[in-house]
């Protein structure tokens, strides 16, 4: 069980950090929650236009895309070495989801050369599946940053960024989460693959 103590705390914070960038921009699906939030200098544009009509004529999935990373004051004050720097921030974020993904990589492939089963062999492929997704998302996001540096264009290359990042880091966490379920249930089961 005391295995499974540490991949659980990392995935449980992840996804705090993943809960905090998305509850905020539920206040942009009213327009005059959002016109508040932007006079109060908690959020910047994350439209292209700033009327009603401009406002809800954007798609639910463009407004969770275009916001949600601007809230970083959330992450920071459970967070507080994260830089506000949306970028920096973003990245330092996802960063800390990789470590804690290889850490949990690590202890399913001893598991695996401990006992060779075949319930080994499922675990570990679920963290190598959760470690490249934490990876691509930071590839995305490094490489869309840079392309808006590029094209002096930061608001495209940030949200670009955010959008790819989010879901696959909502995938990452989807599978570490089903391995690290799927290892709940073998011990509980009094079958804990690492002892077979």
């Known amino acids: 069980?005391?295995?499974?103590?540490?991949?659980?705390?990392?995935?449980?914070?992840?996804?705090?950090?993943?809960?905090?960038?998305?509850?905020?921009?539920?206040?942009?699906?009213?327009y005059d929650d959002y016109k508040l939030l932007r006079e109060e200098g908690l959020?910047?544009?994350?439209?292209?236009?700033?009327?009603?009509?401009?406002?809800?004529?954007?798609?639910?999935l463009h407004s969770i895309e275009g916001c949600y990373l601007r809230h970083?004051?959330?992450?920071?004050?459970?967070?507080?070495?994260?830089?506000?720097?949306?970028?920096?921030a973003d990245l330092?974020?996802?960063?800390?989801?990789?470590?804690?993904?290889?850490?949990?990589?690590?202890?399913?492939?001893?598991?695996?050369?401990?006992?060779?089963?075949?319930?080994?062999h499922v675990l570990l492929s679920f963290a190598f599946v959760a470690v490249l997704s934490s990876t691509s998302a930071t590839v995305l996001f490094l490489h869309n940053?840079?392309?808006?540096?590029?094209?002096?264009?930061?608001?495209?290359?940030?949200?670009?960024?955010?959008?790819?990042s989010f879901w696959v880091l909502v995938f990452a966490n989807f599978v570490h989460w089903t391995m690290l379920l799927t290892q709940l249930m073998y011990v509980i089961r009094g079958r804990d693959p690492s002892s077979e």
């Not at 970083?72 to 920096?88: C, K, R, V, Y």
Request: charged content about 15%.
């Open 145 to 164: 940053a840079r392309k808006a540096v590029t094209a002096n264009s930061p608001l495209i290359g940030v949200h670009q960024s955010i959008g790819y």
């Open 92 to 120: 330092h974020v996802l960063l800390l989801l990789i470590l804690s993904e290889v850490c949990s990589l690590a202890v399913a492939w001893k598991n695996k050369t401990n006992s060779k089963t075949r319930k080994d």
């Open 72 to 88: 970083l004051l959330d992450i920071q004050s459970w967070f507080p070495f994260i830089n506000q720097n949306s970028i920096e």
């Open 43 to 60: 959020i910047y544009d994350c439209f292209y236009g700033n009327t009603t009509e401009d406002f809800e004529n954007e798609s639910w």
């Open 1 to 30: 069980m005391l295995r499974l103590i540490v991949p659980c705390t990392a995935r449980l914070a992840s996804i705090l950090i993943l809960v905090a960038m998305i509850t905020p921009a539920w206040h942009v699906f009213r």
